[in-house]
């Protein structure tokens, strides 16, 4: 036959084929409703599925050397049909090739599959070799710590890394950073990989220094807050340093809040003895310093000392006024009493003799020199004073102290520091009170106190102080306790409010269960609450 007319009759089949698929679905259907079998379909069908049979099971199995089912070897060339051929592989696959076909992994689960969220997979690269690709040298010289690190997550997470690894200077081998603990450094990354926020007293202001220096703001914020949080007159002095350099003025404000409030325990701090000349001048130009200036002035002597031994020096008199220089100037010396100056300052040497004899001269002279020292008291703070009763009142046979208990409970919205309480004193003429007041949270006695007050006989409260005043949280509820002893009948409030607004702090008042004389809410002692905020 002519080649053209073979290619004729070749498309002519195709085609055919092809009709009858496109109207296989219809003739079905005509059979179905006619209940027509006739047991077979037309050739060219049997044709084309025998063909697509035949290319599934080469893709499936490939035509190697196959076991029948008597165990004689056979090869796909020696079938005598495609259909043979089919059910020899088949009986051949192995319960093995099976599962990996339908995609059942008979390995154990990898780690990437055992770890279903980005932030749980990220996390397992945390300090990893695994898939690293640059090394970073942690610490000074001695100390330092290797660590594995992938650009990438650096990158997406702080702009400095960003530029460090994909800028211009782009760096390709080992990076030192010798300014950063490797501590801290590790909560940075931890941080970076999983967004995990652990940080610990020790290690949070070198954690703040890392999350600055690599522009990593929410760090940066979580460390300001755990530092306020545990904020307290111990520290209060080295945080302000700290702050400063860091430039965090919530947290700056946040220490001068407890360094004016607690100055006498501020300043006697082992932390004030570590902070920078810088910080130390600014903390004696303080004018709100809430204390005597014989303690600012111990304070400075302390820190001299610290500082000759930091630069090397012994601490004599020569040497502290060269580490002090013009901060001697600040401490306002001609504000103490006389026998305070005469027992402390004149003998501490830090003057010079001609510096004493003039200080002399101003607190006994007419006609006072001039001195280089300040002369104006510090203005310290005013304690303002809550006042829970809206009228007090008195009778003959209502309030008597017999040694018992009159406790309240209290809130704030705001934090501040409780200096003492104000009490009703005698309804019959003047009186000495021994009194005990205590402040409590959750049964832990916060500050206590023992002392003495002479009441007048008027309807007027009396004030009593705490040795130092007590920071105070907000939303939190303390208990403030007194026991009198004296005169035992006693003006008494009434009319008590739950809540009241003092400045801008707002108080909650509920009822103790340590009260055991009668005071509540509603009437009783303790009228007021003596606070610095």
Same mark, same amino acid.
């Given at each position: 036959? !002519? ?19 496109? &109207?296989?679905?219809?003739? &079905? ?15 060219? /069908? ?95 010289? @001695? ?34 950073? !010798? ?19 652990? &940080? ?16 990593? !703001? ?13 904020? $307290? ?13 860091? =430039? ?8 001068? =809040? ?5 100055? $006498? ?8 003895? $570590? ?6 001048? *600014? ?77 002399? &001269? ?6 006072? !020199? ?30 008597? /102290? ?10 704030? +919205? ?5 200096? @003492? ?15 005990? *007041? =205590? ?35 907000? +939303? ?9 002893? @004296?005169? $035992?009948?006693?003006?008494? @409030? ?40």
């Amino acid at each position: 036959m !002519p080649t053209a007319d073979c290619r004729l009759l070749h498309h002519g089949r195709i085609m055919k084929c092809l009709t009858f698929l496109l &109207l296989l679905p219809e003739t &079905l259907k005509k059979s179905k409703k006619t209940g027509k079998h006739t047991g077979s379909l037309p050739v060219c /069908y049997e044709i084309l599925t025998l063909s697509l049979k035949k290319k599934m099971a080469a893709e499936l199995y490939p035509a190697t050397t196959n076991l029948t089912n008597n165990g004689t070897t056979v090869t796909a060339s020696d079938k005598k049909s495609d259909v043979q051929v089919t059910q020899s592989t088949t009986t051949a696959t192995t319960p093995t090739t099976q599962q990996n076909i339908n995609n059942n992994n008979v390995d154990p689960p990898s780690w990437q599959s055992s770890h279903p969220t980005l932030r749980e997979r990220n996390a397992l690269m945390f300090n990893n070799e695994l898939m690293a690709d640059i090394h970073l040298i942690v610490g000074p010289p @001695g100390e330092s710590q290797k660590v594995p690190v992938h650009k990438y997550v650096l990158a997406v997470g702080s702009s400095v890394f960003c530029a460090m690894f994909y800028g211009d200077l782009a760096e390709e081998s080992e990076i030192h950073i !010798p300014d950063v603990e490797p501590a801290a450094f590790l909560i940075l990354l931890n941080y970076m990989y999983s967004d995990a926020i652990d &940080l610990e007293a020790d290690t949070v202001l070198a954690t703040l220094y890392a999350a600055k220096k690599y522009i990593v !703001p929410a760090l940066a914020k979580a460390c300001v807050t755990f530092l306020e949080t545990s904020l $307290e007159a111990k520290n209060a002095c080295v945080l302000l340093s700290q702050s400063r350099l860091f =430039e965090e003025p919530e947290l700056t404000q946040r220490c001068w =809040e407890v360094i004016d409030a607690q100055a $006498e325990l501020a300043l006697g701090s082992e932390g004030f003895c $570590e902070i920078d000349l810088q910080t130390l001048k *600014i903390i004696l130009q303080r004018e709100t310093l809430n204390t005597k200036e014989v303690v600012v002035f111990d304070a400075m002597m302390s820190w001299a000392t610290a500082e000759c031994k930091r630069q090397g020096l012994r601490a004599t008199t020569h040497n502290k006024r060269s580490v002090l220089g013009k901060a001697l100037y600040l401490v306002r010396i001609p504000t103490m009493t006389l026998e305070e100056f005469a027992d402390g300052a004149a003998q501490s040497d830090i003057l010079t003799l001609e510096e004493t004899h003039d200080i002399f &001269l101003w607190y006994t002279a007419a006609t006072k !020199p001039k001195l280089d020292f300040p002369l104006a008291q510090r203005q310290g703070l005013a304690p303002q004073r809550c006042h829970r009763f809206q009228s007090s009142a008195y009778r003959s046979n209502q309030w008597r /102290y017999r040694g018992r208990c009159d406790s309240i409970q209290f809130a704030v +919205d705001k934090r501040i520091f409780i200096a @003492g309480l104000g009490l009703y004193g005698s309804s019959g003429g003047k009186a000495e009170y021994s009194v005990k *007041i =205590e402040l409590k949270r959750q049964g832990v006695t916060l500050a206590q106190n023992l002392t003495k007050f002479v009441s007048d006989g008027s309807s007027s409260t009396f004030s009593v102080w705490f040795e130092h005043p007590v920071q105070v949280e907000q +939303d939190a509820f303390y208990t403030v306790s007194v026991v009198l002893d @004296g005169n $035992e009948l006693s003006y008494f @409030g009434q009319e008590g409010m739950t809540e009241v607004q003092c400045g801008k702090v707002t108080f909650q008042f509920q009822c103790s269960s340590d009260s055991t004389n009668g005071t509540g809410v509603q009437g009783g002692q303790i009228p007021e609450l003596v606070f610095y905020a």
